[in-house]
């Protein structure tokens, strides 16, 4: 039983699909035919592209460049995809926010009609005071006010009530102090939720204050698009479906899905992960996010599966990652690992490592499923468990077949060092070519620092071993001193000819 899968569905209990699916902003401010008037404007998926450019990038062997593909044309889900169409920009992009310089969006809708006042106005209301705001009728200035799905509202505003607000500035228009009749069409409204983008978040797993002032406004910005919004899926807004072209299923986790695709512009190869259940909360989708700020906030490393880009869709994270052969896991059994190809692993690993440690976060998962191979180059990946070092976050850790004593005793005191036991102990399942336990006296052993005896494998690389899974984390060596041991003099020589 994994401790990992314990812990998850703890903070996943609320991920428990079967709730109705909350609509987006642009669906509350938007009556029923203008929503789909604007849902019209989207193209459809276009055919996979074609990149002109495909013979030169073949050329280029980058090691973190992303998989080219090798597609037939024939193979792809446009079936009258026309190879001579120019590659769009806006054809191709996702729309997240549709801007006012959309032309065609403004043309398409019907101000005419939109514009037409209703027949029964609100009572003209003197505001009260300055401080007061907005007297008790003039509800009609928030974006989101449940009142804008019904008609349109007439308000008539002091200009000095005005400069206090934005919204009321934008739908008003004052001439002197005359006070004047205008009219809010719900297109605008519909605009200005999607024109305003979310607003940005603080990444934790990043120490240095940025000179980018966060979210000046986040509070105000979130009453429309929402923290973590969700309005994209359903009704055909899909960003996976328009930017990608799905190939196939190359992997499951405990709360993942993982695919093969094609990017549709760039015609390169990617895995895409997505969250097996909705996450219909802010906290469940901040919890979420963890993953994909770690990865950005370490940037990249040709160790560690490279990170593209993530967003929200249908209330599930997607994730853009480099695409690898496989994970250590397919075919462990058939695989049989030498002390070569171990150490090669466990050095490559441990330069992961040190360089993560180095920028203060701890992985907290490492285990044969989340080593990763690409061109014969081991990788990290899944940082569904990474923390700070600093404990500043709450720590879930990772599987428990892989789990020192002292974390499946909650002491947090040398995260570092939990990788490196869990880095020892997959090394060792995977020369032992069996599955560690996640209990019994074979499981105490590993954690009492007890390996069995591995025939056929020197002294020097099982006393590594033993070093690394030592019960006092203070006695394992750290990534660091990993990276520099002797032991791996042979696995650099031959990374440097
Ligand atoms: N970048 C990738 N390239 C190729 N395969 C991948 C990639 N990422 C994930 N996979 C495959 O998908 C599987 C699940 O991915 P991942 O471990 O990231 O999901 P998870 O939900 O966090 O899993 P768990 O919590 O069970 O470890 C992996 O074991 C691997 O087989
Ligand atoms: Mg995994």
């Not at 169409?85 to 806006?90: A, G, K, P, V």
């Not at 094609?262 to 963890?290: F, N, P, W």
């Not at 500043?392 to 499946?408: Q, V």
């Not at 560690?436 to 390996?451: A, I, T, Y």
Request: charge should be neutral; aromatic fraction near 8%; charged fraction near 25%.
């Amino acid at each position: 039983m994994k401790r990992k899968n314990l812990k998850r569905s703890g903070g996943g209990s609320g991920k428990t699909g079967g709730r109705k699916k909350t609509k987006g902003p642009l669906s509350r401010s938007l009556q029923p035919g203008q929503q789909a008037q604007l849902f019209s404007l989207r193209p459809q998926p276009p055919p996979p592209s074609f990149p002109p450019f495909q013979s030169l990038q073949d050329s280029d062997s980058a090691p973190l460049e992303p998989h080219r593909h090798t597609m037939p044309a024939h193979d792809f889900d446009a079936p009258d995809a026309n190879l001579d169409f120019i590659l769009s920009q806006d054809f191709f992009c996702t729309p997240d926010y549709i801007t006012p310089d959309n032309q065609n969006l403004l043309n398409s809708v019907n101000f005419n009609k939109e514009n037409t006042p209703c027949p029964k106005s609100p009572e003209k209301v003197k505001t009260a005071s300055k401080t007061s705001g907005r007297g008790t009728d003039s509800i009609s200035l928030n974006p989101l006010s449940p009142s804008l799905s019904g008609c349109p509202h007439i308000e008539e505003l002091e200009e000095d009530t005005l400069e206090r607000d934005e919204a009321k500035t934008e739908k008003t228009s004052v001439k002197g102090n005359k006070k004047v009749h205008s009219y809010v069409p719900q297109s605008a409204v519909a605009l200005r939720c999607r024109v305003m983008p979310p607003p940005c978040i603080k990444n934790p797993y990043l120490n240095e204050g940025s000179d980018i002032e966060i979210d000046p406004f986040g509070n105000r910005r979130s009453k429309c698009a929402g923290f973590f919004p969700a309005i994209i899926g359903g009704d055909g807004l899909s960003r996976y479906h328009t930017d990608f072209h799905e190939i196939e299923q190359i992997g499951t986790g405990n709360f993942s899905r993982v695919f093969k695709v094609l990017k549709r512009i760039d015609g390169c190869l990617y895995a895409v992960k997505h969250s097996t259940r909705q996450l219909h909360h802010d906290t469940e989708r901040r919890k979420a996010l963890m993953e994909v700020q770690a990865l950005a906030a370490l940037g990249s490393h040709e160790n560690i599966t490279s990170y593209y880009s993530s967003w929200f869709e249908n209330e599930q994270l997607y994730i853009q990652m480099e695409l690898c052969d496989y994970s250590l896991s397919v075919g462990k059994s058939s695989q049989s690992f030498t002390e070569n190809e171990a150490l090669k692993a466990l050095y490559q690993i441990a330069k992961a490592l040190q360089f993560i440690h180095d920028r203060g976060i701890a992985h907290l998962d490492v285990k044969p499923d989340n080593i990763y191979v690409k061109n014969s180059v081991y990788k990290l990946g899944d940082f569904g468990c990474a923390t700070p070092l600093d404990k500043s976050l709450p720590i879930e850790e990772g599987d428990a077949r892989y789990m020192p004593l002292e974390i499946l005793n909650d002491v947090y005191d040398h995260l570092s060092k939990v990788d490196i036991f869990s880095l020892g102990a997959a090394i060792y399942e995977l020369v032992r070519g069996s599955p560690l336990p996640d209990s019994g006296p074979q499981f105490l052993n590993l954690r009492e620092g007890r390996l069995s005896l591995l025939p056929g494998h020197s002294l020097q690389f099982q006393n590594l071993l033993k070093m690394m899974v030592d019960p006092d984390p203070r006695q394992r060596p750290s990534a660091k001193d990993l990276v520099q041991n002797p032991i791996f003099d042979r696995v650099r020589r031959n990374a440097n000819t």
